[in-house]
Structures are given as structure tokens and as C-alpha cells.
């Protein structure tokens, strides 16, 4: 009997042991299991209050660490998902997979939000570089709205831009900050200087470290030599156009030189735009005038036919006039060639009446001669008698 009571005695006991064991390892287990469940949904938000020194108190601080972690890698991929590339990802080790995910995508975000960034710049400077050479500009002025806005764009302390109105020589058109004295170039030939070079090798030049008075920047202060300069030809269909100058103080970026290198086709194509305009409209001028002066010419030969026509009317109304005065003259030509003759025949029997009285007047003369002799002879003879 005394056995049976003390084995009775020990099974209570073991079954109350029993039941406190269980209790002690059933409470944090099941905390342990819904902050597992609550991290298997995604919740973050999750807090273990066991802090026992077994098994299940390390395996509590194991979740705790996780949850922690998980928090961490939480708020860094939300600051990476609103762009906040600054968050530093905590990895914890080279076997930490969700966390080197996570650096990596940070890496591949940052790097695409560069180029991202680099191609807005590089879009926003060419629209806006289009905007300065939209219109009906002339030559000068798009030059120096090319030049003002690129040495703003690229943070260029001077500028110039030139165009080749030839195949032989390269002539400044536009500047910026630009002090030219009176002796400095404004023209190059194909292959004299950086600007004929870079002309003649097609070829954009970079030169560092350039001496003073090279290109000398103008201010209020004085003037200064920029570090750097560079010089690009811009080309239309295999063709020089012109070539653009910059200076700065500071480097050209590899961004700056891959927008000088995009933009240049639009800007050759824009001049080479404006020179086929400006000669369109020295052709339109040159027309304009020349059919100018046709209608004047037109109008003064209107006028020059109609003083014909009068004329030509008129000198039909002389003609007429002398055709009526050389009838009346045939008419009066007949009357007097008619009057002429008789006029001679009159002369004629005139002629002769004067021949007949002449030689009856000579025998007149002869018959007086005859009777003064008869007289003498007979005055003669009475003064005999006597």
C-alpha cells in the first residue's frame, strides 16, 4: 500500500512538473510561431516577449535579429522605391541573399537613374537648343543665340562660333564674354590654328592646360584665360559648315562631349537651313526687283507704244494730208504742165512775132534810109537848080 501511494504520489507530481513543463514551453513556442506566421505575411510589426534563457530564448532573440532585420531591409527598399538611393543597405554577410539583392538593385537603380538623368539632360539641352534656333532667324543672330546658350548650358566662360562661307576660310559670326583686340583673328584658313584644324580633320580638338592669352574672357574685372578649350566642327551630309569654340575653367565631362557630339548634326542642319533661307531670300529680292523693274520697263514701254500710237496716227493723218496735198500738187502739176505749154506755144508764136516784126523793122529801116537818101538827093538837086 505504501508503494502504490508513493508511486501515486510521484505520477501527481510528474504530471504537475509535466503540466508546468508544457506550460513553459508552449507560451513561447506559440509566440515564437505567430511572429512566425506574422512574418511569413509580411508583417514587420512584430515583437516577442520572451526572454527566457533556454533554448526558446535563443531561438526568440534568433526571430528578434531576423525581424530586425527585416524591418532594416524594409525601410531601405521603400526609401529605394521613393528614390532615396542615400539609405545604406546593411548587409550582414556574404551569405546575406535578400540583402546583397537589395545593394545590388540600389546599385542597378542608381545607375540607371544616372543615365536616366544623363539622357534628360542631354534630351532637355537639344529641345531647348532647338527652341533658340526655331524661327526665321538670320545667320548672325542664330549664331549667337547657338553660342549664348551653349556656353550657358555647358558652364562655358567664352565662346565664338564660326561658319565657312567658302571652301577656303573660316569667318567668326558670333561670340560670347569673348574680349577680341584688334589684332586676334577672326578668320581661319582650312587647317591653320585649332579651329582650321579641327575644320580640316573633321574632328572635335580638346586642349588642356592652354597658354595665356589664348582665349582671353572678358568681364568687369579684367580678363583671364580659360584651362580648357575645345573645338568641334559641326558637318551637313559629309560637308564643313562651321566649327564651334568653348572655354572653362574647368574639365569638359564625357556628358558635355556626347551632347556636343549629338547636337552638332541639328546645329549643321540649321545653318545650313538659314544660308539656303538667307540665299532663298536674296533670290526672292533679286526676283522681286527684277519684276519690279520689268513692270517698269512693261509700263514705260505701255507708255512708249501708246506716244507710238499717237505718233503713228498722226504721221497717218500726214500721210493722208500729203497724199490729199500731192494729188492737188498732181492736179496743179497737170494744170501747170498744160499752162506750160501753151505758155510755150504762146512763147513760141511770140518768138516768131518778134522775128516777123524784126524783119518788118528792118525794112522800115531800110525804106527810111532809102527815102532820107531820096530826101538828100532830091535837097541836092533843088539847090543845083537854084
Known amino acids: 500500500l505504501l508503494t502504490n501511494s508513493v508511486i501515486f504520489i510521484v505520477m501527481v507530481l510528474f504530471s504537475i512538473l509535466g503540466y508546468y513543463i508544457i506550460r513553459s514551453i508552449d507560451k513561447p513556442l506559440n509566440e515564437i510561431v505567430n511572429a512566425a506566421n506574422n512574418l511569413a505575411q509580411g508583417k514587420v510589426d512584430v515583437a516577442l516577449q520572451v526572454t527566457t534563457r533556454d533554448e526558446f530564448g535563443f531561438l526568440a532573440k534568433a526571430f528578434v535579429s531576423l525581424i530586425d532585420a527585416t524591418k532594416d531591409l524594409t525601410r531601405a527598399a521603400n526609401a529605394i522605391g521613393q528614390g532615396d538611393y542615400s539609405y545604406s543597405v546593411r548587409v550582414r554577410s ?124 572678358r568681364s568687369g574685372l579684367g580678363e ?25 575653367f574647368g574639365e569638359f565631362t564625357e556628358n558635355e562631349l556626347q551632347f556636343l557630339e549629338q547636337v552638332n548634326p541639328n546645329i549643321a542642319i540649321n545653318f545650313q537651313t538659314a544660308e539656303s533661307r538667307t540665299k532663298l531670300k536674296d533670290l526672292l529680292e533679286a526676283t522681286q526687283k527684277q519684276a519690279e523693274e520689268l513692270r517698269t520697263q512693261q509700263e514705260e514701254l505701255r507708255q512708249a507704244n501708246e506716244r507710238l500710237e499717237i505718233q503713228t496716227a498722226a504721221l497717218r493723218q500726214s500721210e493722208k494730208q500729203l497724199q490729199l496735198q500731192q494729188q492737188a500738187l498732181q492736179t496743179s502739176n497737170t ?12 512763147q513760141t508764136l511770140l518768138k516768131r512775132k518778134n522775128e516777123e516784126l524784126k524783119i518788118a523793122q528792118k525794112l522800115v529801116e531800110e525804106k527810111a534810109r532809102d527815102l532820107e537818101l531820096a530826101n538828100k538827093y532830091k535837097s541836092e538837086f533843088l539847090a543845083n537848080m537854084s
Open 94 to 217: 556574404k551569405a546575406d541573399v535578400l540583402g546583397n539583392a537589395l545593394e545590388q538593385m540600389k546599385r542597378n537603380l542608381i545607375e540607371i537613374s544616372q543615365e536616366n538623368t544623363q539622357q534628360n539632360w542631354l534630351k532637355t539641352g537639344q529641345t531647348e537648343l532647338h527652341t533658340h534656333m526655331s524661327g526665321e532667324l538670320g545667320i548672325e543672330k542664330m549664331a549667337q543665340n547657338v553660342i549664348q546658350f551653349l556656353c550657358g548650358y555647358l558652364d562655358a566662360q567664352v565662346g565664338a562660333i564660326y561658319l565657312l562661307p567658302d571652301q577656303h576660310r573660316l569667318k567668326m559670326v558670333g561670340s560670347y564674354s569673348l574680349a577680341i583686340r584688334q589684332d586676334d583673328q577672326k578668320t581661319f584658313e582650312i587647317g591653320e590654328g585649332l579651329v582650321g584644324q579641327s575644320a580640316l580633320t573633321k574632328k572635335t580638338i580638346l586642349l588642356k592646360n592652354v597658354p595665356d592669352g589664348y582665349l582671353s574672357i
Open 224 to 248: 583671364s584665360t580659360p584651362a580648357n578649350v575645345l573645338v568641334t566642327p559641326f558637318i551637313y551630309e559629309g560637308n564643313i559648315i562651321g566649327a564651334i569654340e568653348l572655354g572653362k
Open 335 to 346: 494744170e501747170l504742165e498744160a499752162q506750160t505749154h501753151e505758155l510755150e506755144k504762146q
